[in-house]
């Protein structure tokens, strides 16, 4: 058996008991950090007592049927949201643009079309606001539409425009290093296209339909800002912050994490804090934690930053050969093994406590729109699939999850990313609910190249047969992902433990039982989770004081494979 214990206020300053060690007592530490942690909580940003939820909005609901979700379709399931009880919300992108991701602006100050008017957007923001949720934008600053005014007056040379992005006359030498900075590969046309109206090489790190900024020229940076108050001003919360490392490039072998790109990040906040200081910026950064941590910048960075790698430990539990895939990162700690080790957790959170970033940087999650979902790594195992979401809630920080996660939303495919970002599933009717058109905008293959397959009509009716794959059908269960989730999501928000401050303890047992348990000043909860595929002996947990709040996989002693035992003490 292995035990591993961080104190209530270790999580301030450093990590205890990293090796391993029999369970310690965290009570009287506790107790002496109470004046400290109540002081903390109380100065505490609202973010830090969020629970995100990300939407890709084509996905979400359909409310006009014409086949693509919207703002009126996203404010009339506020309600479920509520239910859930999740109070924050992530926006995927929301502006003009001509692919059907959106990650291509061609307008600052415009919404989407497909996904309705201005008005109806801010009736949203409203909406949300009423019931309490915060809600966040995607902003890419690294890079616009090709087909953005902006860099087709820079092609033509005109000025102001002709620097707002980075040219050059050569396309460079192979062996300069150039190439996609998320891989090893060493191909500068990846990076660099030519431009037949200006007869020169643009950069463009996502591709020649995606060119780079120019984040030196005091226009761009102007301009940037000034998008950003506007949405502000709309009544946004702030913004997830997309490929936050590739701002500044300053040669083939500094195209990502640069000095100069930290210190953008350090002035951006700046403004954007003169605007709104209650505003909040979390950054990708598909990284391993020590680098990630660099965008906090001395605190004078990002609020956030995402914690790519526990998402990555936690599904390697559960599937030792599960996706390790960075498709836009670079990491050495997605890399997975064929055991079953639950101190990978503890390693994790030894690694943001260790950072130069404070730990309540981090923000944990499972998946995001650009990795394979949780359900399809796990074959639709929802005993695995709780036992995920278990891990990641009782993980510190501010969690994120992934719209379809609460009800183990499965993908028909991979080779392309909209099998990642398909509907949800609300009923098992027509279309599963999302629309009451005839067709999804998934069956509009045109969207995502020459010859793509329509895929959906015989995934969705496979989903429907199922029978128990929408909101519906798991609301219905007392014992589904979904009411873990909820679950969950009520703990995090009630119970003190599960604040930054609260200690975390991890034991495994000899048997391949893991208990996580998360206590501060005498309020205690405790995980236990069965990760063997064999029913195992729970009589070594000591639960004096403790009561059940989820007990569905337990029978007398035994916890069945894969089960999962939620105890907590009485407030």
Known sequence: MKTFTLSALALALMLTGCQSAPTTNTQNTNTAAT???SAEQHAAPWWQSAIFYQIWPRSFYDSDGDGHGDFNGMTKKLPYLQELGVNALWLTPMFEAPSYHGYDFTEFYQVESDYGSMAEFEAFIQAADDKGMKVILDLVINHISSEHPWFKRSANGERPYSDYFVWRDDLPKVGSGWGHAWSDNDKPDAVWHWSETRQQYYYGAFGASQPDLNLRHPDVIAEMEKMAKFWLDKGVAGFRLDAVRFAMESGGNAQADTDETIAYWQ???????SVDPDAYLVGEAWADIPVAAKYYGDGKGLDQGFDFEV?????????????GEAQFGTMQSNQQKNTVDANVLKQNLQQRIDSSAPLDFFAPFLTNHDQERVAYQLTEHDDKAKLAAAMLFSSPGTPYIYYGEEIGLTQGGTGHDVYKRAPMQWDNSHQAGFTQSDN?????????????????????????????RSVAAQQAQPNSVWRLYQHLIAMKKQRPEFTINGSYQLTQHDNGIVEITRELSGSKSVFVLNLTDKAQSISSITRDGLTASWQHDLNGEQLAAYGLLLLNNTL
């Open 267 to 273: 002035h951006f906040n700046q403004y954007v804090k």
């Open 311 to 323: 998402g990555y430990k936690i599904l390697g539990l559960l599937k030792p050969d599960a996706s």
């Open 440 to 468: 999804s905008w998934v069956e509009e293959t045109a969207l995502f190249g020459d010859d793509f397959a329509n895929w959906w009509p015989e995934f969705l009716a496979k989903q429907l047969a199922a029978g128990d």
């Open 35 to 37: 004046a400290q942690i």
